[in-house]
């Protein structure tokens, strides 16, 4: 499975807008960029996914690079709900299995 | 969104029992559901994939013997901890994939194992 890389721990304020930052070099043509988010005690919950084009939801937006090899979380106001551990997922296909990394913590002052 | 869910949520065993953890997608069918376990400050462990009427695939490392997965329907895939012992100790998470392969994921368990 292609890695991802991302920062350890991030801080933000409360209504802020958050930018969380992800490398994949090794990306394949087929891997689709997946974003969760795990809150404390909870099990992970579905952020976003995109393969080519940024994408955007309710939720949040992912940017990806035109090369693929990086991509970026945006959250537009951040609060201190969105305090949680993000993890940013290559998954081969939609068929393909989630691995997840270490991920990153974001922490969201008032 | 869709929901999963996962019961029972907190289980305190004595050592060389067994322990049967349910999942349940709520509201969509799962040919394909998966089950994970997380130690204290890491992240998710993938320890097995299954699939609705046939035998689950088990990530390497992980015993088939000790982690039993049974996946009987479309929207009930289970887990049994057998002779559990305090190493089994930990959180573990199930989730199934619904549409456009987004995976949606259970409130996970904790299981203490004394």
């Known amino acids: 499975d292609a890695k991802t890389t991302q920062p350890n721990s991030m801080e933000s304020n409360e209504e802020e807008p958050v930018h969380l930052p992800c490398n994949h070099s090794?990306?394949?043509?087929?891997?689709?960029i997946h974003w969760y988010r795990q809150l404390p005690s909870q099990g992970p919950e579905y952020v976003i996914h995109?393969?080519?084009s940024n994408v955007n939801n309710r939720m949040a937006s992912l940017a990806i690079a035109e090369d693929r090899k990086s991509s970026t979380l945006i959250l537009h106001r951040a609060t201190l709900r969105d305090a949680a551990v993000y993890y940013c997922?290559?998954?081969?296909?939609?068929?393909?299995?989630?691995?997840f990394g270490q991920g990153t913590e974001l922490s969201v002052k008032p | 969104g869709a929901v999963v869910s996962q019961h029972p949520s907190w289980v305190i065993c004595k050592s060389g029992t067994s322990v049967k953890i349910e999942c349940r997608s709520l509201?969509?069918?799962?040919?394909?559901m998966f089950w994970y376990r997380q130690f204290p400050k890491q992240s998710l462990m993938l320890m097995a994939t299954?699939?609705?009427?046939?035998?689950?695939?088990?990530e390497q490392g992980v015993e088939k013997d000790k982690f039993l997965i049974n996946h009987a329907s479309l929207t009930l895939s289970t887990l049994t901890v057998t002779s559990a012992h305090p190493e089994d100790s930990s959180f573990y998470i199930c989730?199934?994939?619904?549409?456009?392969?987004?995976?949606?994921f259970g409130a996970g368990t904790r299981l203490s194992v004394l």
């Open positions: 995109g393969l080519t």
């Open positions: 509201d969509f069918q799962a040919t394909t």
């Open positions: 090794t990306i394949s043509g087929t891997d689709y």
């Open positions: 997922i290559l998954r081969d296909g939609p068929g393909g299995k989630l691995i």
């Open positions: 299954s699939n609705e009427g046939s035998k689950a695939t088990y």
């Open positions: 989730s199934a994939r619904g549409g456009v392969g987004i995976q949606y």
